[in-house]
Protein backbone atom coordinates (compact mmCIF):
# COMPACT_ATOMS: atom_id res chain seq x y z
CA UNK A 1 0.00 0.00 0.00
CA UNK A 2 0.97 3.93 -0.06
CA UNK A 3 1.63 3.92 3.41
CA UNK A 4 1.40 2.39 6.76
CA UNK A 5 -2.36 1.08 7.21
CA UNK A 6 -3.35 0.30 10.87
CA UNK A 7 -6.73 -1.02 12.24
CA UNK A 8 -9.08 -0.25 13.94
CA UNK A 9 -8.76 3.36 13.92
CA UNK A 10 -10.30 3.38 17.78
CA UNK A 11 -10.98 0.71 19.98
CA UNK A 12 -13.23 0.84 23.20
CA UNK A 13 -13.08 -2.20 25.17
CA UNK A 14 -14.28 -3.18 28.73
CA UNK A 15 -11.92 -4.43 31.00
CA UNK A 16 -10.86 -7.76 31.14
CA UNK A 17 -11.33 -8.17 27.35
CA UNK A 18 -8.54 -9.46 25.05
CA UNK A 19 -7.84 -6.66 21.72
CA UNK A 20 -6.38 -7.37 18.96
CA UNK A 21 -4.77 -4.08 16.80
CA UNK A 22 -3.41 -4.92 13.27
CA UNK A 23 -0.58 -3.14 11.18
CA UNK A 24 -0.38 -3.59 7.83
CA UNK A 25 3.26 -2.40 6.80
CA UNK A 26 4.56 -0.36 3.30
CA UNK A 27 4.88 -3.29 0.60
CA UNK A 28 8.51 -4.55 0.83
CA UNK A 29 9.45 -3.63 4.09
CA UNK A 30 11.17 -6.56 6.07
CA UNK A 31 11.25 -3.77 9.42
CA UNK A 32 8.64 -3.48 11.43
CA UNK A 33 8.28 -1.63 15.10
CA UNK A 34 5.30 -1.07 17.31
CA UNK A 35 5.08 1.97 19.78
CA UNK A 36 2.71 2.97 22.54
CA UNK A 37 1.37 6.66 23.02
CA UNK A 38 0.24 6.72 26.38
CA UNK A 39 -1.49 10.85 27.06
CA UNK A 40 0.92 13.67 26.79
CA UNK A 41 4.03 11.26 26.71
CA UNK A 42 6.19 10.47 24.14
CA UNK A 43 6.65 7.11 22.40
CA UNK A 44 7.61 3.88 24.27
CA UNK A 45 9.03 0.75 22.77
CA UNK A 46 7.26 -1.94 22.54
CA UNK A 47 8.86 -4.53 19.72
CA UNK A 48 10.71 -4.63 16.70
CA UNK A 49 10.26 -6.98 13.95
CA UNK A 50 12.97 -8.00 10.80
CA UNK A 51 10.83 -10.36 8.63
CA UNK A 52 8.91 -12.58 10.72
CA UNK A 53 10.95 -12.67 13.60
CA UNK A 54 11.32 -10.70 16.94
CA UNK A 55 14.87 -10.30 17.65
CA UNK A 56 13.71 -7.15 20.34
CA UNK A 57 10.83 -7.80 22.28
CA UNK A 58 11.99 -5.81 25.83
CA UNK A 59 9.75 -3.48 25.23
CA UNK A 60 6.38 -5.35 25.79
CA UNK A 61 5.13 -4.50 29.44
CA UNK A 62 3.68 -7.68 30.52
CA UNK A 63 3.11 -11.08 29.17
CA UNK A 64 -0.31 -10.15 28.68
CA UNK A 65 0.65 -7.93 25.24
CA UNK A 66 2.14 -10.41 22.72
CA UNK A 67 2.63 -9.72 18.84
CA UNK A 68 3.50 -11.36 15.73
CA UNK A 69 4.16 -11.40 12.36
CA UNK A 70 2.94 -13.70 9.13
CA UNK A 71 4.79 -13.82 5.52
CA UNK A 72 6.61 -11.35 5.93
CA UNK A 73 3.81 -8.64 6.20
CA UNK A 74 0.93 -7.66 8.45
CA UNK A 75 1.67 -7.60 12.10
CA UNK A 76 -1.24 -8.18 15.25
CA UNK A 77 -0.40 -6.86 18.36
CA UNK A 78 -2.73 -9.15 20.78
CA UNK A 79 -3.22 -7.79 24.37
CA UNK A 80 -5.14 -10.06 26.81
CA UNK A 81 -7.15 -9.16 29.81
CA UNK A 82 -6.77 -5.57 29.07
CA UNK A 83 -6.57 -3.26 31.87
CA UNK A 84 -7.16 0.54 32.25
CA UNK A 85 -3.63 1.27 31.93
CA UNK A 86 -3.33 -0.08 28.61
CA UNK A 87 -5.72 2.58 27.19
CA UNK A 88 -3.15 4.45 24.45
CA UNK A 89 -2.38 5.18 21.42
CA UNK A 90 -0.56 2.21 19.77
CA UNK A 91 1.68 2.92 16.60
CA UNK A 92 3.45 0.97 13.82
CA UNK A 93 5.85 2.23 11.78
CA UNK A 94 7.93 0.23 9.09
CA UNK A 95 11.01 0.72 7.27
CA UNK A 96 12.64 -0.80 3.56
CA UNK A 97 15.55 -2.05 6.01
CA UNK A 98 16.08 -1.69 10.11
CA UNK A 99 15.28 1.85 11.01
CA UNK A 100 19.22 2.14 11.26
CA UNK A 101 19.87 2.51 7.46
CA UNK A 102 16.71 3.90 5.97
CA UNK A 103 13.78 5.66 7.10
CA UNK A 104 10.66 5.01 9.13
CA UNK A 105 7.32 5.31 8.91
CA UNK A 106 4.33 5.42 11.09
CA UNK A 107 0.63 4.45 10.67
CA UNK A 108 -1.90 6.82 11.90
CA UNK A 109 -2.33 4.30 15.02
CA UNK A 110 -4.97 2.57 16.81
CA UNK A 111 -6.36 4.40 19.81
CA UNK A 112 -7.57 1.93 22.80
CA UNK A 113 -9.70 2.69 25.22
CA UNK A 114 -10.40 0.68 28.20
CA UNK A 115 -12.96 1.38 30.61
CA UNK B 1 20.00 2.16 29.09
CA UNK B 2 19.13 5.54 26.72
CA UNK B 3 17.33 8.12 27.97
CA UNK B 4 16.40 10.98 25.79
CA UNK B 5 14.87 14.36 27.51
CA UNK B 6 13.11 17.70 26.05
CA UNK B 7 12.71 21.30 26.80
CA UNK B 8 10.73 22.93 26.89
CA UNK B 9 7.89 20.22 27.27
CA UNK B 10 5.29 23.28 26.34
CA UNK B 11 6.14 26.04 24.33
CA UNK B 12 3.51 28.88 23.67
CA UNK B 13 4.95 31.91 21.52
CA UNK B 14 3.78 34.74 19.39
CA UNK B 15 3.86 34.53 16.05
CA UNK B 16 7.32 36.01 14.80
CA UNK B 17 9.08 35.14 17.47
CA UNK B 18 12.07 32.85 17.11
CA UNK B 19 12.78 29.70 19.60
CA UNK B 20 14.70 26.40 20.09
CA UNK B 21 13.89 23.25 21.53
CA UNK B 22 16.69 21.18 23.34
CA UNK B 23 16.83 17.12 23.18
CA UNK B 24 19.39 15.60 25.19
CA UNK B 25 19.92 12.15 25.18
CA UNK B 26 22.41 10.21 27.90
CA UNK B 27 24.38 7.44 25.82
CA UNK B 28 26.70 8.04 23.00
CA UNK B 29 24.44 8.00 19.54
CA UNK B 30 24.90 9.27 15.81
CA UNK B 31 21.64 9.04 14.72
CA UNK B 32 18.27 11.62 15.48
CA UNK B 33 15.79 12.32 14.07
CA UNK B 34 12.74 14.81 14.89
CA UNK B 35 8.97 14.30 14.28
CA UNK B 36 6.38 16.35 13.96
CA UNK B 37 2.88 15.32 15.20
CA UNK B 38 -0.60 17.34 14.60
CA UNK B 39 -3.11 16.52 16.76
CA UNK B 40 -4.79 12.93 16.43
CA UNK B 41 -2.44 12.13 13.64
CA UNK B 42 0.98 10.10 13.37
CA UNK B 43 4.15 11.09 12.91
CA UNK B 44 5.89 13.08 9.97
CA UNK B 45 9.48 13.02 9.97
CA UNK B 46 11.12 16.49 9.64
CA UNK B 47 14.82 15.96 9.71
CA UNK B 48 17.69 13.03 10.23
CA UNK B 49 21.04 14.26 11.30
CA UNK B 50 23.52 11.54 10.69
CA UNK B 51 26.62 12.74 11.81
CA UNK B 52 28.36 15.54 14.29
CA UNK B 53 27.46 18.74 13.09
CA UNK B 54 24.86 18.44 11.16
CA UNK B 55 22.33 20.99 10.63
CA UNK B 56 19.42 20.84 8.23
CA UNK B 57 17.01 23.39 7.36
CA UNK B 58 13.58 23.35 6.27
CA UNK B 59 11.83 26.71 5.83
CA UNK B 60 11.36 27.86 9.70
CA UNK B 61 12.88 25.31 10.96
CA UNK B 62 16.23 24.17 11.36
CA UNK B 63 17.83 20.95 13.12
CA UNK B 64 21.44 20.72 14.72
CA UNK B 65 23.69 17.65 16.04
CA UNK B 66 26.17 18.56 18.69
CA UNK B 67 27.12 14.61 19.24
CA UNK B 68 29.76 15.25 21.84
CA UNK B 69 27.46 17.01 23.89
CA UNK B 70 24.67 14.79 23.17
CA UNK B 71 22.46 17.90 22.09
CA UNK B 72 20.58 18.54 19.07
CA UNK B 73 18.49 22.03 18.76
CA UNK B 74 15.17 22.54 16.83
CA UNK B 75 15.16 26.33 15.91
CA UNK B 76 12.36 28.12 14.81
CA UNK B 77 12.59 31.58 12.97
CA UNK B 78 9.26 33.91 12.68
CA UNK B 79 7.57 31.70 13.68
CA UNK B 80 3.76 31.34 12.38
CA UNK B 81 0.65 29.62 13.14
CA UNK B 82 0.73 26.07 11.16
CA UNK B 83 4.05 25.67 12.70
CA UNK B 84 1.41 24.51 15.71
CA UNK B 85 2.16 21.10 16.90
CA UNK B 86 3.77 18.60 18.98
CA UNK B 87 7.80 18.06 17.91
CA UNK B 88 9.16 14.90 19.39
CA UNK B 89 13.12 13.75 18.80
CA UNK B 90 14.25 10.20 18.35
CA UNK B 91 17.62 9.38 19.03
CA UNK B 92 19.15 5.70 17.87
CA UNK B 93 19.97 3.39 20.46
CA UNK B 94 21.89 0.59 18.60
CA UNK B 95 21.14 -0.33 14.92
CA UNK B 96 17.57 -0.82 14.73
CA UNK B 97 15.99 1.13 17.53
CA UNK B 98 14.67 5.17 18.39
CA UNK B 99 14.25 6.47 21.58
CA UNK B 100 11.74 9.15 21.88
CA UNK B 101 11.78 12.44 24.15
CA UNK B 102 8.44 13.13 25.61
CA UNK B 103 7.46 15.75 23.14
CA UNK B 104 7.20 19.50 22.70
CA UNK B 105 3.85 20.84 22.48
CA UNK B 106 4.18 24.10 20.43
CA UNK B 107 1.49 26.71 20.24
CA UNK B 108 1.81 29.73 17.91
CA UNK B 109 -0.32 32.55 18.97
CA UNK B 110 -1.77 34.97 15.96
Known amino acids: GAGVSQSPSNKVTEKGKDVELRCDPI?????LYWYRQSLGQGLEFLIY????????KSGLPSDRFSAERTGGSVSTLTIQRTQQEDSAVYLC?????????????FGQGTRLTVV | ELKVEQNPLFLSMQEGKNYTIYCNYS?????LYWYRQDPGKSLESLFV?????AVKQEGRLMASLDTKARLSTLHITAAVHDLSATYFC??????????FGTGTRLKVLA
Open chain 2, 27 to 31: TTSDR
Open chain 1, 93 to 105: ASSLESWGNTEAF
Open chain 2, 90 to 99: AVASGTYKYI
Open chain 1, 27 to 31: SGHTA
Open chain 1, 49 to 56: FQGNSAPD
Open chain 2, 49 to 53: LLSNG
